[in-house]
């Protein structure tokens, strides 16, 4: 339920009334209204529910959009109406933010706007692919079609991003136990070598011992400034990297740094192929289906080369030979666009690319996870050697002195 502010006038003393009301859409608040035998003059959506419809549009997981598609699409194909078939969705969903964003649709859309254009008014919820190809199947009559594509497309899309997630979070968790780790010994094991020295006169610690402890004191004396310095260090370099010189270092980096650049490469190849595959087959004009590709890439660099692909395109040149030789592409793309352009099936062999792909993706995890393992354990090796060599160093030093006396 909706709350809506509303002002209305009272037939019967003549006087405006200002109040709210609870209900499912901007209609149902209308009937409301006039049941209690006012008349309604203006209704609006409540500030603090439009707060709360902000607050939620992160919530909404790609899980819930996907069964919002899958269903609408099997409720069309059905032969039901739009907008039965959007407040049927909308009374199954789970998720409280979406029904909001479905009900605010249907008003749209009882309102005579296109699905499409009720939809483009929540950006944040469906992109620019999801809404051009709505309006593609909308405008060929195909919009179960599309629906079910969109819903296929986003399956693949969490599937390999959660697999992605995966492959980056395990390395994660093994740095923050091994500096967790290595924090622990420099703060409490070898302070403890220090006061075994100190009851020793003329005993002096090895160079090693000296520069850990002199690293231990400045932890323990000024642990709340380096927190306060790393987080201000997070935040500074997350707001820098949401800027676009931030994000070209950042999208350069995820395609050229190993060991993730192989995988991020093939994650773009594979994003690029299976949204060109979905918008192709629902008739989207080529020229359109680059331009929403670019924006959907999610890499700075590669919308740039999709960019001056299509200026290329408009000048006369086929797909291929404009990525040819980019090298933010590789080469297994424009060669699978050229034999699509000789033999008329472009859509075949851009599924057949990112088929390809996804499956590339899936083994360079496995690489990556192979390779990951034991460069970590030749790290957690030295660090722990030289904590190890740190706190013996000394014990060994002691022992050589009351051996020689």
Known sequence: MLTYKYIARDPATGQKI??????????????????????????????????????YFHRIRTKDKTLFSRQLATLINAGLPLVQSLRSVGDQTPSKPLKIIISQVIQDVESGQNFSTALSHHPNVFNQVFISLVAAGETSGTLDAALERLANQQEKDAEIMSKVKGAMIYPLIVLAVMLAVIIFMIVKVLPQ???????????????LTTIMLAVSRFIVNYWAYLIILLGAGAFFATRWARTLGGKRVVDMAKMRMWPIGPLFMKLYMARFSRTGTTLV?????????????????DNVH?????????????GGKSLS???????????????MLRVGEQSGAIEQ???????????EVDNQIKTISTVIEPVLMVILGIFAFIIVAAVLLPIYSLAGQNIIR
């Not at 629902?282 to 890439?297: S, W, Y």
């Not at 590669?302 to 408009?314: D, F, L, N």
């Not at 030979?321 to 060669?335: G, I, K, R, W």
């Open 193 to 207: 070598v220090e006061v075994l020295y100190d009851g020793i006169p003329g005993a002096n610690l090895p160079p």
């Open 18 to 55: 200002r109040a709210e009301v609870q209900a499912e859409n901007e209609q149902a608040a209308g009937k409301l209204i006039q049941s209690q035998g006012f008349a309604p003059l203006t209704i609006e959506l409540s500030g603090d529910a439009t707060k709360g419809l902000a607050k």
């Open 321 to 335: 030979e404009a990525l040819e030789h980019d090298p933010n592409f590789l080469s297994l793309v424009p060669d």
């Open 349 to 359: 062999m851009l599924a057949k690319t990112a088929d390809y792909y996804e499956k």
């Open 302 to 314: 590669i919308e740039s080369s999709i960019t001056a692909a299509i200026e290329k395109v408009k």
């Open 281 to 297: 087959s629902t008739g989207v004009p080529l020229i359109q289906m680059l331009e929403v590709t670019a924006r959907a890439i």
